[in-house]
């Protein structure tokens, strides 16, 4: 063996799924991968969902999720095989020599523990460290991860700071106990933009002066990028490439590696307005019931026919809160929304069907947005049933059309949503809005959950079916690279207020605002160094102010 601090040789994961009606099956998720890692060097793993990331990060302490079983091979941390080793020395490695970090820090921590007990737990309960001296490296550990007050923050509980700034949290809670490995998955994923520099910088960074080794899970290249020495490209279970970050990104050897590099490029000509729009936000104030403070302040948009108007922003800054309002389900304080020509009712329940049926919305999790129980057949023929009478064969021969139409075809009329990818079950709920032939469709994040080939391919579907079906879209997003492929203008939010506003280009082109200038130089770049340099400029234009 060498001595790599991570070695891993021709690892076969595998698990039995139980498909409805059928005998349980044993199926392979990971086939044979092998990959060492040095101390103090970073691996990037990327691919879509379903390739293998999470499972093979997880290997490395010899864990397997939700019934994954390591079928085969080898992994080797510090000299010993840890796949057949005893519980004593798992209990040993996890938690200390490899820590874990991972994609929604505030689902993983306790709400009714303070910060600091959790940060420190492993550390003590193991016997690394006192309790005093595992709390002195925790708050080490606080500032230099950026975070704020780091003597007093570890006293706050988890819901009393920002989900970044929980998430650096639990980056501490990796770091705490002085690990070897650091398996960090997915740790920016549900981060927004400008909350996502801050945290990649102090990982980056934490890795540097801690001198781990690190495993980084992703779907995003360019963010790997950032903070990788190497990357190993994964599809389906097998290593499709690996090579250093820079061969990866500048010279990939591999179409599937080429499709990840470029996928972010694509570009979308804006359309100038309408004379009409058919729905305007108009001095739009709001708050929630039971609070005595505004979320959103005189908000003003258009959207014109056949259109798309992207509504972008961190999260927090009013743009869901703005689509509550536009649906009904929030009614203003002050303001008013007029769809079409005419005003509509403040409240939902004031509605009438044609309202109902000529607006409607995509949700940015299709998982939870359909009935489990329910056929795609049933989920995209209910509103043909609701809004026009549809039954029996004239109701099928639309599911079929609407089904042809995003591209998936009449084969799935009887599957179940458990039965689709992540990128079918949003097609399914671009159908099923469809199903009502709507005039807008609010789109609320719908690739933000999508790995970005599957997102690419969900964008050219909504831009080909606005050219089919002359419909609009309302886009939210805080992705800026999906707003330069989608968009014909744009309306820029921070803190319930729309802080710029126009066509695209000219949105998108200088002199900006301060948010909207910060929010742009957020979006992460394809090429080496672009971490660095951003903050960089940003502490140039801090000693300057």
């Known amino acids: ?79 010993r095989e840890i796949l057949h080793t005893s519980r004593a020395d798992l209990r040993h490695l996890r938690g200390l020599e490899v820590t874990y970090v991972s994609q929604s820090a505030a689902a993983s921590f306790n709400p009714a523990k303070r910060i600091m007990e959790q940060v420190i737990e492993a550390s003590v309960h193991a016997g690394k460290f006192s309790k005093k001296d595992a709390e002195g490296r925790a708050r080490e550990l606080f500032a230099k991860l950026g975070l704020p ?115 972010r490029s694509k570009q979308h000509e804006g359309q100038a307005p309408t004379d009409n729009p058919i729905l305007r936000v108009e001095n739009v104030t709001a708050r929630y019931k039971g609070t005595n403070f505004d979320v959103l302040h005189n908000v003003v948009m258009e959207l014109h026919p056949g259109q798309t108007l992207a509504v972008v922003g961190e999260s927090g800054s009013g743009k869901s809160t703005t689509a509550r309002v536009i649906t009904g389900l929030l009614p203003p304080r002050e303001g008013k929304i007029t769809f079409d020509g005419r005003e509509l009712s403040a409240d939902l329940n004031g509605r009438t069907r044609e309202d109902l049926r000529e607006l409607q919305m995509i949700y940015q999790m299709a998982d939870v947005a359909m009935n489990p129980r329910q056929t795609v057949g049933t989920i995209i023929g209910r509103p043909l049933e609701f809004y026009f009478g549809m039954k029996g064969a004239e109701k099928r021969k639309r599911i079929v059309e609407l089904l042809d139409e995003i591209e998936l075809g009449e084969g799935f009329i009887d599957r179940y949503p458990a039965e689709l990818s992540g990128g079918q079950k949003q097609r399914v709920c671009i159908a099923r809005a469809l199903a009502a032939k709507p005039k807008v469709i609010i789109c609320d994040e719908v690739t933000s959950a999508l790995d970005p080939l599957v997102a690419d391919d969900i964008l050219k579907l909504l831009e080909n079916l606005q050219k089919i079906e002359d419909v609009a879209y309302l886009f939210i997003t805080h992705d800026l690279a999906t707003v330069s492929a989608i968009a014909d203008s744009i309306a820029v939010m921070y803190q319930g207020k729309v802080v710029r506003y126009g066509p695209k280009a000219e949105v998108l082109s200088p002199p900006f605002d301060d948010y909207t200038d910060l929010l742009l130089s957020s979006v992460p770049e394809m090429r080496l160094g672009w971490l660095e340099e951003v903050i960089a400029n940003r502490k140039m234009e801090s000693a300057g102010n």
Not at 58 to 73: D, I, P, Q, W
Not at 159 to 165: E, I, N, R, W, Y
Not at 172 to 183: F, G, I, M, S
Not at 214 to 237: K, N, P, W
Request: one cysteine or more; a negative charge; glycine letters at 12%.
């Open 149 to 263: 007050d780091p003597d007093n923050i570890g006293d706050r509980y988890p819901h009393q700071v920002s989900g970044g700034q929980l998430q650096r949290c639990m980056t501490a809670l990796a770091l705490c106990p002085e690990p070897d490995l650091v398996v960090f998955d997915e740790p920016t994923t549900a981060l927004d933009v400008t909350t996502q520099i801050d945290v990649l910088m102090a990982i980056k960074e934490a890795i540097r002066d801690t001198g781990v080794g690190a495993l980084y899970i992703t779907h995003d290249l360019a963010v790997v990028a950032q903070v990788s020495d190497e990357i190993m490209v994964l599809r389906m279970g097998d290593m499709v490439e690996h090579g250093t970050t820079d061969q990866i990104i500048n010279n990939p050897r591999e179409d599937y590696t080429r499709d990840l590099v470029s996928v």
């Open 1 to 79: 063996m060498t001595d790599a601090l991570l070695k891993v040789k021709n690892l076969k994961i595998g698990a039995r799924i139980y498909p409805p009606g059928e005998k349980p099956k044993d199926i392979d998720i990971v086939h044979g991968v092998s990959f060492e890692l040095e101390k103090g060097k970073v691996l990037g793993l990327i691919g879509e969902s379903g390739a293998g990331k999470s499972t093979i990060g997880l290997a490395a302490m010899a864990y397997g999720r939700g019934g994954v079983e390591l079928t085969g091979g080898e992994v080797w941390v510090n000299g």
